[in-house]
């Protein structure tokens, strides 16, 4: 048994006044945290367990079958304690009880009121690529006050040795130590999921099997999708237990004056994909279509100072995996047969009308910056392993980068100071060295 596969996680649509502390568990009994404002934590709240499916243990001890019904399900829950009634910047303390196990006291502060300081990492696709656990050691030493994680956590998400160290003997070290959680949940000077609040968006490697990704014929059938592992480890953030195509995939939530939007754009390509340019898009994010009518909607309807949107398939890149522009699939006899319009001309479009001040993305993991009509475009997903070449082509648009380094590995911080938001990339090197800084927005443009 082991009560704890993941250290507490941090999750909430509210980061002002509630706090979701999260945790997996295969013991059924659940748990307690203690909580306060001081080390004492002179509260507790007991956890809401709840047993979550369609994770895999590994089929023998040599590990697993790529065929992946030959791998057993692994009975695991899902806890979650809420704490609630928080004022803005409030520091909490806490630490989780569960099947007689306790873990160290953490803490984490709710979101400050408007016009206070905090430092946002942005991160996505690690995927256990070597080296994404030493980049994100190195993130996670600046302390971050919220993560945005704009998708691909794992590459098989029913895969549990790529959420967990799950202690058996097909793990090796090296892969322990590049699973999600572990490499997320870094100590030793770094501060991470467990400190402050992560906001995550759906990749394509969030679906539930990758043959939605690699298999057209499989990926054809409606029923074949969906993204249930996904949904539940981060159900504070996807709360619908609708984990099919008719589900919903998408959020926001205000931190401090910052408005984050969460948007699910994938496409399931298989790596021909200039063959068949990018043969199914989902979510649809075309306009009229149900998501971006609710991005419209959540846009205009936010008052924040500051707007940022997270999304996993990247508008603008020279990445060599799909550089196509993002369309809604033109369905013919059930086949996909062209991308005859094109979303992406209609999501910048939204982006500049409502005063987004910036969209981050992955996919390619490339760095790459665009400033295009006061929008920043920003994919830093090169943690681990770059899907670009030197001298790629420019994007079909034509815009160019304000600045690309694909040197080598890097990350980006964002701050919210004094003077609005300032971007800056760094090099993950042993002294992170900033090669990239720019202001987002000034105080009072937002
Ligand atoms: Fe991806």
């Not at 990704?213 to 159900?235: A, C, I, K, P, T």
């Not at 995996?321 to 992406?344: F, M, N, R, S, W």
């Amino acid at each position: 048994m082991i009560a704890f596969y993941t250290e507490p996680y941090l999750l909430s649509t509210d980061p002002g006044h509630k706090m979701d502390v999260v945790w997996i568990t295969d013991r059924p009994d659940g748990g307690y945290v203690r909580f306060g404002f001081d080390e004492t934590l002179g509260s507790a709240v007991k956890a809401v367990c709840e047993e979550i499916f369609g994770i895999r243990a590994p089929a023998t001890d040599g590990g697993y079958s790529d065929i992946k019904e030959e791998n057993p399900p692994l009975t695991l829950y899902r806890c979650i304690a809420e704490i609630d009634g928080l004022e803005q910047g409030q520091r909490v303390y806490y630490r989780c009880e569960c099947g007689g196990e306790i873990t160290k006291t953490y803490d984490f502060h709710t979101a400050p009121k408007p016009g206070e300081p905090f430092k946002i990492a942005q991160m996505s696709d690690l995927q256990g690529i070597n080296p994404c656990a030493d980049t994100v050691y190195k993130i996670g030493c600046f302390e971050p006050d919220l993560i945005l994680f704009s998708g691909d956590a794992t590459f098989h998400p029913w895969r549990a040795d790529q959420w967990f160290d799950i202690r058996h003997p097909s793990q090796t070290e090296e892969q322990k130590k590049l699973a999600f959680f572990p490499c997320m949940q870094q100590q030793n000077g770094a501060k991470l999921m467990q400190y402050c609040p992560t906001f995550l968006c759906v990749g394509n490697h969030e679906s539930d099997d990758m043959r939605l990704v690699f298999d057209r014929e499989y990926s054809s059938h409606g029923e074949n999708w969906s993204w249930s592992v996904f949904m539940q480890l981060f159900s504070p953030l996807f709360p619908d237990k609708d984990y099919s195509l008719t589900g919903k995939r998408y959020y926001s939530a205000d931190y401090s004056d910052l408005h984050i939007t969460a948007l699910s754009v994938q496409r399931c390509a298989g790596w021909g994909a200039y063959d068949y340019p990018g043969w199914r898009l989902t979510d649809p994010i075309n306009e009229g279509s149900e998501q971006a009518k609710w991005l419209e909607e959540d846009l205009a309807n936010s008052k924040a100072r500051f707007k940022w949107v997270i999304m996993h398939w990247h508008l603008l890149n020279r990445g060599y995996d799909t550089q196509i522009k993002l369309g809604p699939p033109l369905i013919e006899d059930g086949k996909v047969a062209d991308y005859p319009d094109d979303c992406t001309d209609y999501l910048m479009g939204v982006f500049e009308k409502y005063g987004v001040n910036g969209v981050s993305f992955g996919h390619s993991h490339v760095y790459e910056r665009y400033l295009v009509n006061g929008v920043h475009y920003i994919e830093a997903a090169y943690l681990g392993y770059c899907y670009r070449r030197e001298n790629e082509p420019l994007h079909p648009l034509g815009f160019s980068p304000e600045v690309e380094d694909n040197s080598q590995q890097s990350f980006l911080i964002i701050s919210r100071d004094e003077n609005g938001l300032t971007g800056r990339g760094y090099h993950a090197k042993d002294e992170p060295e900033l090669f990239d800084e720019y202001r987002i927005a000034d105080n009072g443009e937002g």
